[in-house]
């Protein structure tokens, strides 16, 4: 009876133990989800990596088109002072100016994104209207001499320029070396440098009497009624004076040789830098030289 008691007790103890066991493994398993749920939460925590917080600065975007290193007097326009008596380089066509400088001025404008504004005044304005800012550049077939160039800045040299001599057919004089005989009357634009050098050569010398006209074809019409006894202008527009007036001749020899450029203001310096560059860039492509062969056949 005491064995079977003692059998008895030692299975009571075991289920008793077995139970606890149970228990333990019961209670020992983790709390949080299943998997099915760790891989839900896994798939809605797991984001890209981090990206600036909303207040941060944006990323740096394609750089945006710089601004001119220039200003002009109105901006977005090249305003041009010119004289527009001077065929080829510049004179009326209707209600246009059209020429030589006009199309170089056009060309320069179109390279640097401005409109063209072409404002028409006497030679003898030209200098001063650049100089005080009523104009960006000056285009008028404009002679580089030392004078100019303490008022204006010039850029590069875009045509070469020729000082001739027309006179009437029958005139007593036959070449340059004449004027210097003395007593001749001499008719010129002025200002220009057929005005400048006569004066300085000539009238200075007291060799001759220089007549200023404010247009070339003033100075020509001077010539034809026998007020002037010849007149000193640019090769280009003198040969179409002569052509529109039967009687007149241009003498073989050159008076002088000189250099068309663009002026500038001293005051703009950037302005006449970023003019320059475009006229050199257009010189070298060819433009510059398809322009005057348009007007100036050989």
């Known amino acids: 009876m005491k064995k079977l008691v003692k059998i008895v007790a030692v299975l009571l103890m075991l289920a008793f133990v077995?139970?606890?066991?149970?228990?333990?493994?019961?209670?020992?398993?983790?709390?949080?989800?299943?998997?099915?749920?760790?891989?839900?939460?896994?798939?809605?925590?797991?984001?890209?990596?981090?990206?600036?917080?909303?207040?941060?600065?944006?990323?740096?975007?394609?750089?945006?088109?710089?601004?001119?290193?220039?200003?002009?007097?109105?901006?977005?326009?090249?305003?041009?002072?010119?004289?527009?008596?001077?065929?080829?380089?510049?004179?009326?066509?209707?209600?246009?100016?059209?020429?030589?400088?006009?199309?170089?001025?056009?060309?320069?404008?179109?390279?640097?994104?401005?409109?063209?504004?072409?404002?028409?005044?006497?030679?003898?304005?030209?200098?001063?209207?650049?100089?005080?800012?009523?104009?960006?550049?000056?285009l008028a077939g404009m002679t580089v001499t030392e004078d100019r160039m303490k008022s204006v800045d010039f850029s590069t040299s875009y045509a070469t320029g020729v000082q001739v001599i027309i006179v009437n057919e029958d005139s007593t004089i036959t070449s340059v070396d004449d004027l210097f005989e003395g007593g001749f009357i001499i008719g010129v634009q002025e200002s220009t440098t057929g005005d400048l050098y006569t004066t300085w050569d000539l009238e200075d010398e007291g060799l001759a009497t220089v007549n200023r006209y404010n247009k070339g074809a003033d100075a020509v019409q001077a010539l034809i009624s026998g007020k002037v006894d010849c007149v000193v202008i640019d090769n280009e527009p003198a040969k179409a004076y002569v052509e529109a007036n039967p009687g007149l001749v241009i003498l073989d020899t050159e008076y002088i040789e000189e250099q068309y450029a663009i002026a500038y203001s001293k005051d703009n310096t950037d302005l006449g830098a970023a003019v320059d560059a475009v006229l050199q860039e257009l010189i070298a492509d060819g433009t510059v030289q398809t322009i005057i062969d348009k007007y100036i056949t050989a």
Do not use: R
């Not at 010119?82 to 056009?106: C, L, M, R, S, W």
């Open 18 to 138: 077995i139970g606890l066991g149970a228990c333990a493994g019961k209670d020992a398993e983790p709390a949080g989800p299943s998997e099915t749920e760790q891989q839900s939460v896994a798939s809605e925590s797991t984001a890209p990596e981090s990206t600036a917080p909303e207040s941060a600065e944006p990323e740096a975007s394609e750089p945006q088109s710089a601004e001119p290193a220039f200003t002009t007097m109105t901006e977005g326009v090249l305003t041009m002072a010119t004289n527009a008596e001077f065929p080829p380089y510049e004179y009326h066509e209707g209600d246009d100016i059209v020429g030589i400088d006009a199309e170089i001025a056009q060309a320069i404008a179109d390279k640097l994104g401005l409109e063209l504004k072409i404002e028409d005044m006497d030679f003898t304005a030209i200098v001063a209207a650049v100089q005080t800012g009523k104009a960006d550049v000056a």
